[in-house]
Structures are given as structure tokens and as C-alpha cells.
């Protein structure tokens, strides 16, 4: 049974940090491409970064030189540093494992950016 397991979320005045982990079980993340999304309310999910099997990272374009995505494969976690945050951060940010036949989401930690 896989799964993900997300944590690290509260909350934050702007221009703060938070980082975030996907603890995963049942599957291996490094053969697997790893995402991180989020969700705002009244808002659809949007993809954040991800990062390949390989090691390749990417990112939303609104996220570049704030959050960094990596990961740990002998804890089998993903993270999500996320720094100089700003309100509209604000979202439960959820994490995926995908490969070329499944994919698979935890049930998200809460990201709240204010003053």
C-alpha cells in the first residue's frame, strides 16, 4: 500500500520559511517522479515543482528562487523549502509520486501565510 505523508505546514508571517516533507512508503521516490501542488481556496490545484527520478528539478514559474525541491533517499521523504512567502501562498500543499502507471497523492498539510 503506498504512502504519502505530508508535514511541516502551519502558520507564517510573510517573508517567512516553512519546510515541508513527504514521507513516503510503499514506493521508492527516486525511481519516481516527485511533485509538490497546491490548492487555494476556490482555486484549482496548481502544480508547484517537481523533481524527476533522475534528479531534474523544476518549478512554477512564481515559485523560481523561493522554493527548492529535493529530496533524501534514504529517508524516502521529498521536501519543500519555501521561503519569502507572501499571502497568496496560502493553500493546503499536496504531494505526488508518479510513474508511467500510476500516481498517487497524500492527503495535504496546511500552508498559511499571514500577519
Known amino acids: 500500500q503506498v504512502q504519502l505523508v505530508e508535514s511541516g505546514g502551519g502558520l507564517v508571517q510573510p517573508g517567512g520559511s516553512l519546510r515541508l516533507s513527504c514521507a513516503a512508503s510503499?514506493?521508492?521516490?527516486?525511481?519516481?517522479?516527485m511533485g509538490w501542488y497546491r490548492q487555494a481556496p476556490g482555486k484549482q490545484r496548481e502544480w508547484v515543482a517537481a523533481?524527476?527520478?533522475?534528479?531534474?528539478?523544476t518549478y512554477a514559474d512564481s515559485m523560481k528562487g523561493r522554493f527548492t525541491i529535493f529530496r533524501d533517499n534514504a529517508k524516502n521523504t521529498v521536501y519543500l523549502q519555501m521561503n519569502s512567502l507572501k499571502a497568496e501562498d496560502t493553500a493546503v500543499y499536496y504531494c505526488?509520486?508518479?510513474?508511467?502507471?500510476?500516481?498517487?497523492w497524500g492527503q495535504g498539510t496546511q500552508v498559511t501565510v499571514s500577519s
Open positions: 510503499g514506493i521508492v521516490i527516486s525511481v519516481n517522479d
Open positions: 523533481i524527476t527520478s533522475g534528479g531534474y528539478t
Open positions: 505526488n509520486a508518479a510513474n508511467s502507471i500510476n500516481s498517487y
